[in-house]
């Protein structure tokens, strides 16, 4: 049995072939019809982020599927935090329920929705999950690509000898925030000589945006990394 980093390396590597081999093979005729000469290259990154981009100038569309967030998602108490386990509660996808098998197939399923959303010129700047990506990210589960791409994540794991559950995941709440920061606050982040401090003028759902009193620089902070500081007129970034 391959070790923990390499499992979820060759898993992901198995979610680039199902993405190819499934939903590519089944959407590149109707897409190179809008994108003449378009490819797909799909890969694994050493990290948790997971992502689509398209290069316009060589009509290439790059998927990557972070080896952190495989690894993440075989945990309930650490995939019950991801965006992917959201949407398959709330849609209904693979009926409700979180296992690890379909929270990876969905994984390919959204970020290849991604990619017909950019085909389909309705990505924009600040409007990235909206209700045209619901549509295909719908179309994608409704038409059966995401169970073809589940069954063969499941027989391609069970080829390579790797670990891959689809027994669902025992109810696990979401994590709190670690604090609850407000517009305004007085904030400081990092250590000595780098430490950081300004003022939250945006709270997101992880993160805040944080002001520097003197100067522009804004920095988008994870909440866990941030300390209250006392109102104070030298604070700086």
Known sequence: MPSGSDHAILLGELLCDATHEILWASHADDIRRQQANTVLQCRVGPGRATYHRFDPRHQHHLITYGARMVAAKQHPEHAVGWLSSREIQQHRYFEGELSTL????????????????????????????NRHFYRLLDDLHRQGGADQVRGYLQEGARRRGLALSATAFPPVAAPAPVTLWQVGDRVSFGEPPRLKRGQVVKVNRKTCTVACVSGTARYRVPMQMLRREQSRQDDSC
């Open 102 to 129: 379909n929270l990876l197939a969905h994984t390919c399923c959204h970020e290849f929705a991604h990619l017909l959303q950019q085909v389909a010129g309705k990505r924009y700047r600040g409007s990235v999950h």
